[in-house]
């Protein structure tokens, strides 16, 4: 281990747990083995993060949505804290953020793209907040086996980052704690066992949420503004009310905690299938995910 002060300690252990995070120091390890195959992929598109503080002590817009500004190459998103501000989540490609130099620009882009926010945001939280972090970058990454051995196992964003359209990165990290656990309690704690089956069960269902969170990039930003997509989406649910066994929509089928590829972080899971709130020019709203494919969305 290297420690904050710069010294080194060697530490013996039974099992090394590498859960820590998309850019793992324990998973650049793995990659210096033979048969172990490792992609990564960054996005276009960067992130920002902006606050919308509370109105008057309250929440500046309806909690209980995830609020989407879609605008086919870029969108905007906003989910609710408990401290009732909004985290406002601008994703764009690079070179878009990177052409907005000065805060008069800001508000341009503002003005023309997202104007129901900056009263909301405020007008001088955005010129300043614009510049306070550069973009972020997304990156995917796919890998496998996730173990060495009965000696290490990588786990969560170290094993399998997600760009997080999908909002399921996390849960997914929950769920090989709780696959981790059951088979350490299945095959008596023998790690020889517990691992290579840790692997085998987890690697298709990691793989499966990485592929469909980079197409939900695509379908948040752009097919929402489609009418056949909508369409589309309120026949699934239909289908669903009428043949709940023989149908059933693939986000539901996902955060379903009871099957495979199984969400088991309630506070996401509750934010992201209750209520997406679309805001088009100025702004659609679309009520829950459920609602919304079930055709009882409302626009404003
Ligand atoms: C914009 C955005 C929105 C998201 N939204 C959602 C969502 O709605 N729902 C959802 O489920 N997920 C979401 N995610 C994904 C979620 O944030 C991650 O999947 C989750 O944080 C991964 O947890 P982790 O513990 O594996 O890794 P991390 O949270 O990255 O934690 C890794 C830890 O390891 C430490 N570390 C790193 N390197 C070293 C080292 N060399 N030595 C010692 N320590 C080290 C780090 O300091 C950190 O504490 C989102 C991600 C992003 C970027």
Same mark, same amino acid.
Request: net charge neutral.
């Given at each position: 281990?290297?420690?904050?002060?710069?010294?080194?300690?060697?530490?013996?252990?039974?099992?090394?747990?590498?859960?820590?995070?998309?850019?793992?120091?324990?998973?650049?390890?793995?990659?210096?083995?033979?048969?172990?195959?490792?992609?990564?992929?960054?996005?276009?598109?960067?992130?920002?993060?902006?606050?919308?503080?509370?109105?008057?002590?309250?929440?500046?817009?309806?909690?209980?949505?995830?609020?989407?500004?879609?605008?086919?190459?870029?969108?905007?998103?906003?989910?609710?804290?408990?401290?009732?501000?909004?985290?406002?989540?601008?994703? +764009?490609?690079?070179?878009?953020?990177?052409?907005?130099?000065?805060?008069?620009?800001?508000?341009?882009?503002?003005?023309?793209?997202?104007?129901?926010?900056?009263?909301?945001?405020?007008?001088?939280?955005?010129?300043? /907040?614009?510049?306070?972090?550069?973009?972020?970058?997304?990156?995917?990454?796919?890998?496998?086996?996730?173990?060495?051995? /009965?000696?290490?196992?990588?786990?969560? /964003?170290?094993?399998?980052?997600?760009?997080?359209?999908?909002?399921?990165? +996390?849960?997914?990290?929950?769920?090989?704690?709780?696959?981790?656990?059951?088979?350490?309690?299945?095959?008596?704690?023998?790690?020889?066992?517990?691992?290579?089956?840790?692997?085998?069960?987890?690697?298709?269902?990691?793989?499966?949420?990485?592929?469909?969170?980079?197409?939900?990039?695509?379908?948040?930003?752009?097919?929402?503004?489609?009418?056949?997509?909508?369409?589309?989406?309120?026949?699934?649910?239909?289908?669903?009310?009428?043949?709940?066994?023989?149908?059933?929509?693939?986000?539901?089928?996902?955060? /379903?905690?009871?099957?495979?590829?199984?969400?088991?972080?309630?506070?996401?899971?509750?934010?992201?299938?209750?209520?997406?709130?679309?805001?088009?020019?100025?702004?659609?709203?679309?009520?829950?995910?459920?609602?919304?494919?079930?055709?009882?969305?409302?626009?404003?």
């Amino acid at each position: 281990l290297l420690r904050s002060d710069g010294s080194v300690q060697e530490i013996q252990a039974q099992l090394i747990v590498g859960c820590d995070g998309a850019f793992s120091a324990v998973r650049k390890q793995f990659l210096r083995r033979s048969r172990f195959s490792y992609s990564q992929t960054y996005i276009p598109h960067g992130y920002m993060e902006l606050t919308m503080p509370p109105a008057d002590g309250e929440f500046a817009m309806k909690p209980n949505y995830l609020h989407i500004w879609p605008r086919n190459t870029f969108m905007m998103i906003a989910l609710p804290n408990l401290d009732k501000t909004f985290t406002c989540t601008l994703f +764009m490609p690079f070179e878009e953020f990177e052409k907005i130099t000065t805060g008069e620009e800001v508000m341009a882009f503002f003005h023309k793209h997202f104007p129901d926010t900056i009263p909301l945001i405020g007008a001088d939280a955005l010129r300043r /907040d614009y510049f306070r972090l550069p973009a972020q970058a997304m990156v995917s990454v796919k890998c496998s086996p996730y173990h060495i051995g /009965d000696k290490c196992v990588l786990m969560g /964003d170290a094993a399998h980052a997600v760009v997080p359209f999908y909002g399921q990165g +996390m849960n997914a990290g929950f769920e090989d704690c709780i696959v981790l656990d059951e088979m350490m309690e299945r095959f008596e704690e023998d790690l020889s066992v517990v691992l290579p089956e840790y692997t085998r069960v987890r690697v298709p269902d990691d793989h499966a949420i990485a592929d469909l969170a980079m197409y939900n990039y695509i379908e948040m930003r752009a097919h929402v503004n489609s009418r056949w997509f909508l369409f589309r989406k309120r026949l699934d649910n239909l289908l669903y009310a009428v043949m709940p066994k023989a149908v059933i929509p693939l986000y539901t089928m996902v955060s /379903d905690s009871s099957s495979r590829i199984a969400i088991t972080f309630l506070g996401f899971r509750r934010r992201l299938s209750r209520v997406f709130v679309l805001h088009r020019s100025p702004s659609l709203e679309l009520r829950t995910m459920k609602q919304w494919s079930a055709g009882t969305g409302k626009t404003k």
